[in-house]
């Protein structure tokens, strides 16, 4: 007898909808956070100072701001990419469907313009983007959505500030590493994944807090002393960073010291701190659940390190679901300077499509980084070694077929996002899922372009 299919969880968003409805944007500007209580700083100046070592930072006061005069931004202006060889298999660029597109253009009508409570930062007009940052060709097939090139004011603005922080504020990297940092471009990524970003004090909060996630992935878990052996108790007390211990006297002293023991840590806990002065009490706990399980996806992959096994195909996709990008587009809305209540958040609904959007962005890094981790020491795992081993393919088909696994996932992320937005029209909800939308969008264009780190195989 086959097993009984599992129930579909009821949806309660109209309930949420019309529990939101009336007073949705007195409630948005009541959540919103009030970038003077946050930075201190007009906008181009360096960030705020991060809080004294051993406090654990207090969420700002919220503001009541008078009535904006600003709109939500539309999208930025679609680039053309770089023409493919001959021979290759078009790439796959559809336009958006309607519902999509509508997301993507994001709320109208009247009292919508409330939804951009901190105006957006004038900076000087974008020069022409370099050769050296318009390199790099999409993946044969790939289904993806071509962006414009990131705003390189923006982006030199947000390199200088991050390159301070991780050499100024926490010691990350010894002088051997300079190269590997800039060659990240951490600046170019998070501007590109962030384009309603008000000001660069918002766009310094998911930059800080993505160098201190890789900081971790590398130092702990892979190339630069990474090991599975102890990553347990490793990861553990780093979070501890994130989610503070609260102890006796006693013990609390030496918890607090151990925050600076090693540059992961000391990663964590500044970027945590600045990312809790912007944000409110929920979004703050909404990323520290999203780090728990990225760490916990951190430890299923080192397990089977430790085993040399390798997990079936929907073994390491339900990994992956957990070690992914997921904490970065969850925290759209505090780098838009907003935020999505709660309750909309936690619907089931809701959280597929984040689940979709990080489950779909990883596997372009699976993709992306194939080479690149095949030319490593060991064996690393990524989708098509995984597909190859499990369903006995070449490399190169395995590799074809995780295209296929990738553009399902983004297909079943954008209906889901439609449905959500037809099925929940309250103007946060959509914008939020815009804003994961450009996430998605500029994560491509950033592992596209960034051929310091990445090249293609040589599959067609």
């Keep these: 007898m086959p097993a009984p299919e599992p129930t579909s969880p009821q949806s309660s968003l109209p309930a949420a909808t019309a529990h939101f409805g009336a007073h949705i944007l007195v409630e948005a500007a009541a959540r919103a956070c009030d970038i003077k209580a946050a930075t201190g700083d007009p906008p181009g100046a360096r960030s705020m100072p991060a809080p004294p070592p051993d406090s654990v930072a207090v969420p700002s006061a919220v503001s009541m701001p008078g009535p904006p005069t ?41 009292g919508t313009a409330g ?60 002088e051997d590493w300079e190269e590997q940092f800039d060659g990240f471009s951490v600046g170019r990524y998070m501007v590109g994944c962030h384009p309603d970003a008000p000001t660069v004090d918002h766009l310094m909060i998911a930059t800080r807090l993505m160098v201190a996630e890789n900081a971790v992935d590398d130092c702990y878990c892979e190339d630069h002393g990474g090991s599975p052996d102890g990553l347990g108790e490793r990861l553990l007390l780093a979070h501890t960073a994130l989610d503070p211990v609260y102890t006796t006297e006693e013990y609390q002293a030496p918890w607090a010291k ?17 990312f809790d002065q912007a944000a409110s009490p929920s979004q703050s706990d909404r990323f520290r659940h999203d780090m728990a399980r990225l760490h916990l996806g951190y430890l299923a992959e080192a397990a089977w390190s430790q085993m040399d096994h390798v997990p079936e195909v ?19 809305d505090t780098v838009g300077g907003y935020e999505l209540p709660a309750d909309l958040h ?24 194939y080479t690149k981790e095949l030319a490593a020491p060991g064996r690393h795992l990524n989708l098509p070694v995984v597909i190859a081993e499990r369903e006995g393919l070449s490399d190169r088909d395995a590799y074809l077929k995780s295209v296929e696994v990738h553009n ?11 449905a959500l937005a037809a099925d929940c029209p ?27 780190r990445y090249s293609l195989p040589d599959f067609w």
């Design 70 to 110: 600003v709109s939500v931004l539309a999208p930025p202006a679609v680039s053309v990419p770089a023409p493919l060889p001959a021979d290759a298999p078009a790439t796959v660029v559809p336009a958006p469907a309607p519902d999509l597109d509508r997301i993507l253009r994001g709320p109208g009508g009247l």
């Design 115 to 174: 939804l951009s409570l901190i105006p957006r930062e004038q900076l000087p007009a974008p020069s022409e983007p370099s050769a050296a940052t318009a390199e790099g060709r999409p993946i044969p097939g790939l289904y993806h959505h071509p962006v414009a090139e990131p705003d390189p004011v923006r982006v030199e603005e947000v390199s200088r500030r991050i390159k301070s922080w991780a050499l100024d504020e926490v010691s990350l990297y010894p």
């Design 258 to 274: 151990s925050l600076h023991a090693d540059a992961p840590r000391r990663a964590y806990r500044s970027a945590m701190a600045y």
């Design 314 to 332: 929907w073994e390491y996709l339900a990994m992956r679901q957990f070690n992914n990008f997921r904490p970065c587009p969850t925290i759209t």
């Design 346 to 369: 936690a619907q089931a609904a809701m959280q597929k499509v984040i689940a979709l959007a990080g489950n779909a962005t990883t596997i372009v890094n699976d993709l992306y980084s």
């Design 408 to 418: 399902d996932l983004m297909h079943a992320f954008e209906s889901n996002a439609a």
């Design 426 to 452: 309250v103007p946060t909800v959509h914008r939020f899922l815009r804003g994961v939308a450009a996430w998605v969008d500029g994560n491509h264009h950033w592992h596209r372009t960034n051929t310091y």
